[in-house]
């Protein structure tokens, strides 16, 4: 079973900045995309960032230039580095990974999802 872990989240002023870490642990032979993704109150689920095991990253127009994906293979981790805080980044964001457990199965794994509030 593999599971994704998050941590990083909080409270932060307007202008500020959060890293978030995603970890993941248990049996699998490889991960191919990461992502984050969030959901604030009364809305959908919605994309923030992936990045592919080729290191391609994509960005939705909302958090391009503020936000940066990036991962560390060695560790299985998946890293978010947000700045320039806006109120409307209020949300919980959930870490998404593909992992391949078997020759044949590249199941969807989501983390448990950690809160950011952007508030003065």
């Known amino acids: 079973q593999v599971q994704l872990v998050e941590s990083g989240g909080g409270l932060v002023q307007p202008g500020g900045s959060l890293r978030l870490s995603c970890a993941a642990s248990g049996s699998f032979l490889s991960i191919s995309t990461m992502g984050w993704y969030r959901q604030a109150p009364g809305k959908e689920r919605e994309l923030v960032a992936l990045?592919?095991?080729?290191?391609?990253?994509n960005y939705p127009d909302s958090v391009k230039g503020r936000f940066t994906i990036s991962r560390d293979n060695a560790k299985n981790t998946v890293y978010l580095q947000m700045n320039s805080l806006k109120p409307e980044d209020t949300a919980v964001y959930y870490c998404n990974a593909r992992v391949r457990t078997s020759q044949y199965r590249y199941p969807e794994v989501w983390g448990q999802g950690t809160l950011v509030t952007v508030s003065s």
């Open positions: 990045i592919t095991s080729g290191d391609t990253t």
